[in-house]
Nanobody, 125 residues
């Protein structure tokens, strides 16, 4: 059974940083691409970042490019998202998502099979 468990969220001031983690289990983590998505209050799901199965390819939404960094440790079955230069508009629940393939871009929900419950990030002074 696939499990994706996010952690690392919290309350941070504008300009601050956080590192989110997604612990994966129930599948061969290194064989699948992963993405981070987020949902702000009252808004739809927004794709944030993508990483291919071995980490060779990464992509970012324009809204986070240059501020967020996605990475993965296949030995630890863990996906990361380093958030820096945080803005109030980054406030959202951040979730990791498992793709159905080793590489698949751009983000298409049909090409993803599982999402975690998410971790709350709140950016406020």
């Amino acid at each position: 059974q696939v499990q994706l468990v996010e952690s690392g969220g919290g309350l941070v001031q504008p300009g601050g940083s956080l590192r989110l983690s997604c612990a994966a289990s129930g599948f061969t983590f290194r064989d699948y691409a992963m993405s981070w998505v987020r949902q702000a209050p009252g808004k739809g799901l927004e794709w944030v970042s993508y990483i291919s199965h071995l980490g060779a390819s990464t992509y970012y939404a324009d809204s986070v490019k240059g501020r967020f960094t996605i990475s993965r440790n296949n030995a630890k079955n863990t996906l990361y998202l380093q958030l820096s230069g945080l803005k109030p508009e980054d406030t959202a629940i951040y979730s990791c998502a498992k793709a159905r393939y080793s590489t698949t871009y751009p983000y298409d929900p049909v090409k993803y099979s599982d999402w975690g419950q998410g971790t709350q990030v709140t950016v406020s002074s």
